[in-house]
């Protein structure tokens, strides 16, 4: 068996210290690299899947600055809603996420002046998505934080 790798080696040890920084940042990069692809493909999932979907106009509830996540630096946009589709009134939430407060504020505001359709799904009118490209054109680019 090679030196190196027995574990009574005092060598493995000696280096062990240059493997601790990778736990630390790259466990961190590689979760966070993992809950980003997660969201991306729900997102991709749904709007794949909004195709045969119909949309309405709906009545913006709430446009408010729901948190502030300190570490990275983004700010939250809580979108509630609601629509009807056959006299039967359904709800749903969207999070815009942006880089600046005043982006946020201005984006919560500009949604309140501005029509965006929503697309239901017509098998399960429960289930909707606010329209991602009339909601692109109410952030400011330099604040999208997603595609």
Known sequence: MHDWLNWHNWRFFSNFHL????LKYGIGILTGWGAYSAQQWRQNHRRSHAS?????QPTILTAQLARQQKERRKFAVEIGYE????DNYFSGKHVELLRTKDSAESFAYNL???????WYNPSKPSESVLDENS?????????LLSG
């Open 19 to 22: 493997f601790v920084p990778f």
């Open 112 to 118: 309140g002046q501005t029509k965006i359709p929503v």
């Open 135 to 143: 909601l692109k054109q109410l952030i400011p680019s330099d604040s």
């Open 83 to 86: 629509y009807a589709v056959q």
């Open 52 to 56: 045969g979907w119909i949309p309405v």
